[in-house]
């Protein structure tokens, strides 16, 4: 971590936690707490797995929020299969175009878990 | 001799029909691919009809479940897809006015409306105990309002009386989203509390000044669709607000209007003069049962609603058969699938099962009883099947496990069970009213296994109801009941 950077909220042990319930995961995190407002209540977290197909979306954040609730923050999460991700990171909308300038990876499955 | 059938009869016998077509048509369009800012409209209509109708209190439960699983499609295209965007079209409103470009003027102000339905969406989805108020993204939608509010004022400023009507559209909807809000649960606000009512009021005022403009009064008056959505939103307003109710729908005949105006009409009538709404009905009805199948789908989808909104008011209680069709195109075989997952299942019929192996289930409550039988599941992943097993039961909850399985290397299924220990079922055999607990799962996931985990038997309707769907929906369900799940569980050193 360099210096003058914030410690990203929740521990990696903590994202390893969703590949009990998703194969294959991604984690990006965006959004307030990157902004340095080290008093953001929530974390910002896209989830890409293909394990989303065919679950409909309330399910899907409902899941991931059940394996990550008892962090110290709250977590907001967007939870994607691959294909919506790579849609979103193709559109030219303001806000995709905001989230790709911020998204930064901080979790992705190991090859062990596949 | 058959008696004649009343006014709710007719009703009934019309939102059937109606409201299969238009759950095809939903499906259909939400598989479509591409969706235009007005088909997605459309769809969001749609979403609200149905959570209406899903408010009724008795229905099927297939069709119950097949509902549901449209209004969460619905939400993730109109939510998740569209406000997603954090409710920019709010904060480009604004600078498209100031651009002065018609066309995109108009097509902002769209994007508006169908955030705004994403928000309403959003408060039914709450009310359902199915999402939560306070995410980022809403809170985007208070913080973006004040610019939409601007945008709304700069329009009408350019005096382009081309644009009243879109304007006034837009801040009525706005009126509407903000009034829900306020109104709904103090429990299911949390953060919106203040904000709401706040953003209320100022759109109030701002409403009640353009309305007094002689350019803006003749597009209202000469628009009973809009007309009426205005007195509907002042009534409410004044309504909660504790105010006097003043506001009243002007003598109009929209008899000789098309149907999407006229029914958007009836439905603004029928929150406040229930008589007239009764009697517009009831004059209608001949015809909506002869054309309305042959309508365009947001027609189809107000007649829903304005149908669905007779039925509430006259306090409708009997159960609704909607008889939706939907298949899923799984390839489950149970047969293969059991063995593969419960430890010793091929040994059940061959394992002698004593009076003292049931007296000794039927004394498991369901914490003990899910513990047990989460030992005996082979296959999954241990800790997940761990913390199901001992996961707090909570209103978002639809299956007591929910355990994800790779059935192929290119999928995800759920394996959905949901438990009944003696001490829940106090009949001899589980009744047929649990029928929904079953089958609610597929509401969530495409691709899922159902296995229902019950100590005493189900009942004989139950069995025959879970066979019904198995065989009409094509939803692999399975059952371990009563002396199989004793047997099973002492295979696996259980009991």
């Given amino acids: 971590m360099l210096k003058g950077e914030i410690e990203f909220p929740i521990q990696s042990e903590n994202l390893r936690l969703l590949t009990h319930i998703l194969h294959h995961v991604k984690v990006y995190t965006f959004g307030s707490w990157q902004l340095k407002k080290l008093k953001a209540k929530d974390v910002d977290i896209v989830v890409v797995s293909p394990d989303f197909a065919g679950v409909v979306n309330v399910k899907r954040v409902e899941l991931v929020r059940r394996v990550l609730e008892n962090q110290r923050v709250r977590i907001d999460p967007i939870c994607l299969t691959q294909e919506e991700f790579l849609k979103l990171s193709l559109s030219s909308s303001k806000f995709a175009v905001t989230l790709k300038s911020r998204l930064s990876l901080v979790y992705e499955t190991n090859a062990d878990n596949d | 001799m058959k008696p004649m059938p009343t006014m709710i009869d007719r009703v009934v016998d019309l939102i059937t029909p109606i409201t299969q077509q238009i759950v095809a048509q939903g499906y259909d369009e939400l598989g479509s691919g591409y969706l235009s800012v007005k088909h997605r409209e459309t769809l969001g209509l749609l979403a609200l009809s149905l959570h209406d109708l899903l408010m009724l209190p008795s229905m099927q439960h297939v069709d119950r479940v097949l509902l549901e699983k449209l209004l969460y499609k619905i939400f993730q295209v109109i939510y998740d897809e569209e406000a997603l965007s954090y409710f920019s079209s709010f904060y480009y409103s604004l600078k498209k006015v100031g651009r002065g470009d018609i066309n995109e003027i108009q097509h902002e102000f769209a994007k508006s409306n169908l955030d705004i339905l994403a928000i309403r969406l959003k408060l039914r989805l709450v009310q359902m105990g199915r ?206 699938f059991m063995p593969m997952y ?154």
């Avoid at chain 2, 007649?303 to 069709?325: A, E, I, P």
């Avoid at chain 2, 005493?456 to 692999?476: A, F, G, M, T």
């Fill in chain 2, 131 to 336: 999402a939560r108020f306070g995410d980022s993204t809403d809170r985007y939608f208070f913080s973006n309002l004040d610019r939409l509010l601007r945008g709304i004022n700069a329009l009408f400023q350019k005096h382009n009386t081309q644009l009243y009507q879109l304007g006034l559209y837009t801040l009525l909807n706005l009126h509407q989203s903000l009034l829900e809000l306020a109104g709904a649960d103090e429990a299911l606000r949390v953060y919106s509390i203040g904000e709401s009512t706040y953003l209320l009021q100022r759109s109030h005022e701002r409403l009640e000044a353009l309305i007094t403009w002689p350019d803006v009064k003749s597009v209202y008056e000469d628009n009973p669709q809009l007309g009426f959505f205005l007195i509907d939103q002042q009534r409410k307003y004044q309504e909660i607000m504790g105010q006097l109710v003043t506001a009243t729908f002007p003598k109009i005949d929209i008899a000789d209007r098309p149907w999407t105006p006229q029914l958007w009409a009836i439905r603004s009538l029928g929150f406040h003069t229930p008589a007239l709404f009764g009697q517009l009905i009831e004059e209608n009805l001949p015809v909506w049962h002869k054309y309305a199948s042959e309508w365009e789908l947001r027609a189809q989808v107000l007649l829903l609603s304005v149908l669905t909104h007779y039925l509430q008011q006259n306090n409708y209680q009997s159960m609704l058969h909607l008889d939706l069709s939907y298949r899923s195109q799984d390839q489950i075989d149970l047969d293969t």
């Fill in chain 2, 342 to 495: 419960f430890s010793h299942y091929q040994d059940i019929p061959k394992t002698q099962v004593e009076q003292e192996d049931m007296n000794r289930l039927f004394s498991f409550d369901d914490p003990e009883l899910r513990k047990r039988f989460g030992n005996s599941i082979t296959n999954i992943d241990q800790v997940v099947v761990h913390r199901e097993a001992r996961k707090p039961h909570g209103v978002a909850e639809i299956a007591d496990m929910e355990l994800p399985i790779r059935l192929n290397p290119n999928r995800t299924y759920y394996l959905c069970i949901p438990f009944k220990s003696a001490a829940e079922i106090r009949t001899d055999t589980v009744p047929i009213s649990y029928a929904y607990q079953i089958t609610r799962p597929f509401s969530f996931f495409d691709n899922c296994v159902v296995v229902f985990v019950t100590a005493k038997r189900c009942s004989q309707p139950l069995l025959n109801d879970i066979k019904q769907v198995r065989e009409k929906h094509n939803w692999p369900i399975a059952v371990i009941e009563h002396n199989e799940l004793a047997a099973l569980l002492k295979l696996n050193g259980q009991l």
